[in-house]
């Protein structure tokens, strides 16, 4: 493997962290320097239906393709009429299964891989590392505050699983959960080799070792000294993403045509997330009204599909604008 081979691959990898599929014509994959019969062959890139449009290189617009005698045709508004370039027409698209296989066999995982959300959470499996027994998640555009919603609504609510992330790690102020005992970028565990994808379990089982060897001796959890406060503010946090995540998995099974069944969050589900005692939750969540709702939205599908579409409005107003159309 060569360097300029290494780079390149990071940036196939790196995209994973784009939401949705990505779709590049010729022209924008020879300027990352894929290999494109070598992506093609280790099912990487696969071919994508033509373009409905392209970009005219003459001016910068939209140009409509249309087939002509089975040639395809671009009607750009300002030039007119003219045959594109095939480097335009030939579209490939991402496929990132190769890169989950691989992280399955080099971390010797066991139990099957599921697919929580489509193009954006697996279950991988379970896996043997640094003396552990550990779930390992795979997860795409932690970063979006939308998808960490659903993300975090999916991820079982204990800590002891490990998440592998496609791209950049999770930004303190958009996923402020993740810990780095647990989370790992994929840029530094899979590499594309002469023979192929290899993966690297050392930067998990140092990490691991090293925090096991430096961890203090388990103090009891926060107990009655937690402020009442900041319980609230984690139970509403917690609350808050796991119904949009909630909502997100009720319309991709609907999309799907896959059975959907509501997952509720009870008062005990808190008491382990949180360390804390049940009175403590108990109290959290009947002071704060606002809490409370939440709560009550948790345990009812119409309130929580409710709510869930308030919570992402307003999420939508404070972004301010939609976010930008991913590169096609
Ligand atoms: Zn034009």
């Known amino acids: 493997m060569n360097s300029s081979t290494s780079t390149s691959f ?25 290999n494109i019969p070598r992506y093609q062959q280790l099912g990487l890139l696969v071919p994508a239906s033509p373009p409905h449009e392209i970009y005219c290189e003459t001016c910068d617009e939209m140009a409509k393709i249309f087939y002509f005698n089975g040639t395809a045709q671009a009607a750009c508004p300002k030039c007119g009429i003219y045959t594109p370039p095939r480097y335009q027409l030939n579209l490939w698209r991402v496929c990132y299964k190769p890169v989950i296989q691989s992280l399955y066999t080099g971390l010797g995982c066991t139990e099957s891989t599921d697919l929580i959300i489509p193009n954006v959470l697996w279950k991988l499996g379970r896996c043997g590392v640094a003396g552990q027994s550990r779930l390992v998640y795979v997860a795409r555009g932690i970063n979006n505050p939308k998808t960490n919603a659903s993300i975090i609504g999916n991820l079982p609510n204990n800590r002891t699983f490990l998440l592998l992330v496609f791209g950049n ?23 594309l080799g002469e023979d192929g994808l290899h993966t690297d379990t050392a930067p998990i089982r140092e990490t691991l070792e090293l925090l096991l060897k430096t961890a203090l001796p388990k103090v009891r959890g926060p107990g009655k000294n937690a402020k009442i406060g900041d319980v609230q503010i984690k139970i509403r946090d917690r609350l808050e993403a796991h119904i949009i995540g909630e909502y997100d998995r009720m319309e991709t099974c609907e ?22 005692n049940k009175v403590m939750v108990h109290r959290a969540i009947r002071e704060d009204p606002y809490v409370n709702d939440l709560f009550k939205a948790s345990q009812d599908f119409d309130l929580m599909c409710a709510t869930a579409r308030h919570l992402l409005k307003e999420e939508q107003k404070a972004l301010g604008k939609r976010p930008k159309p991913q590169a096609s």
């Open 255 to 276: 999309r799907l045509d896959m059975q959907y069944e509501f997952k509720t969050l009870l008062q005990k589900d808190f008491v382990k997330m949180l360390q804390v």
């Open 169 to 191: 790690l999770p930004q303190k102020n958009a996923c402020p959960d993740f810990e780095a005992d647990r989370v790992f970028s994929i840029n530094s565990l899979v590499s």
């Open 10 to 34: 990071n940036k196939f990898l790196q995209m994973g962290s784009v939401i949705g599929d990505a779709e590049l014509d010729e022209a924008e994959i020879a300027s990352l320097k894929w």
